[in-house]
């Protein structure tokens, strides 16, 4: 498969099979897109041997992987709901503002333990695991985070393995002993902030009702000043209150933060919604963001957005690009009474109860499900071109808005395709500069 695609005035060509970018001029780009008018034979002919030259080498037109999914009866993370609780009542949170549709609760220390405990267990030959503090917001019970931290230190060591441990926060309760214990033993840690001040209060409030931007905007600067080297995301949510989100992504690194994810929101909320309508707006917005994006690069003064950063060369292999996420087979949710659920995103539904960290078992139906889903149990995935980019969404929105979690959800879909366009585009300007730097 191959996919043409033009950025302003530069057009591509990219071909799945090999996973190849390849810049063109206007010319080719009608040729191949079945667009010759007013092209001669002669420079029909032309294109078509430089053409047959890239298939020679393996780089257009590539037969597509034969690679087969990677799936494993390991599990090797965990996500630990240890705060059904939060602080704040953001009107977007899919987490029902912290209490997953039932009771506002905590995870005591032993069902910590025992989770710790199961996911050593369940991991089989695997060496490094991962723990994810999750919420509602985590510092809310963070002698449990700050415990749960030495437990499975403690229990690694005799177990011969390593635990890797991520926090995602809101930031209102960081302090100078949250911050040294994050530095300490937080492999990453993802700070809430939505962008600019009118924009986060829109829609990330206080119990009271009251905006947090100033509360937090502070404590995640200090945190991130203090952080060094070490790996974190300021991780920010769009929604139709806010199509112009370049301008809260460039606000969050003017603010000093190079290391950012925006996301779509993905509700119902009628005003919040971004809907079929609104694409046009939003792509074009990518557009802007990626302008400022490759001019800063190309500056020096380039930041790390989470969307436009993919390896074409590199990064995950084939197999475990087809696979699709590892939720409900590999990485499983555990909420306070330690109850097992495929993702975060599926805690509490009754329907997708997989066991409890005191059961000793993992529901095998519910397993398989997942075990089962990859890249080509999506059927409408098959002629995309960001397949192996995307590896086919997200499951739980997929089940959310689409009743399967094999159906991709197409908003998604739209938003992901034209973010990768960008990515390309990003990487053939960064590959035109290194170019130029060597002649």
Known sequence: MVHLFSYHDKYYIFDVGSSSLHECDEKTFRILGGNAEEVSDEEIKEVMSDVEGLRAAGLYEKPETDARPIKSSEVKALCLHVSHDCNLRCRYCFADEGAYHSVRETMSLDVAKAAVDFLIRESGNRKVLEVDFFGGEPLMNFDVVRETVYYAKSQADKAGKKFLFTTTTNGLLLDDEKIKFFNEEMENVVLSLDGRKEVHDAVRKTVSGKGSFDAVIEKIKKFVRSRGDKHYYVRGTFTAKNL???????????????????EPVVTDIPDLQITEEMLPCVEKEYEVLCDEYVKREAE????????????LDG???????????????????????????????????????????????????IRALFAESCLFTRKKCADCFAKYICSGGCSANNYHYNGDINEPYGMTCAMMKKRIECAMHVLAARKSRENSREK
């Not at 112009?244 to 925006?262: E, Q, R, T, Y």
């Not at 020096?300 to 390896?311: E, M, P, V």
């Open 244 to 262: 112009d989100f370049s301008k809260d992504v460039l606000f969050l690194a003017d603010n000093g933060f190079d290391s950012i994810s925006m």
């Open 300 to 311: 020096g003064k380039g930041f790390l957005f989470f969307h436009f950063n993919i390896d």
């Open 315 to 365: 990064g995950p292999c084939l197999s475990k690009r087809v696979s699709a996420c590892g939720a409900g087979n590999e990485y499983l949710s555990v909420v306070p009474n330690g109850d097992l659920y495929p993702c975060h995103q599926f805690a509490g539904e009754a329907r997708w109860r997989m066991g409890s960290v005191f059961e000793g078992k993992i529901d095998g139906k």
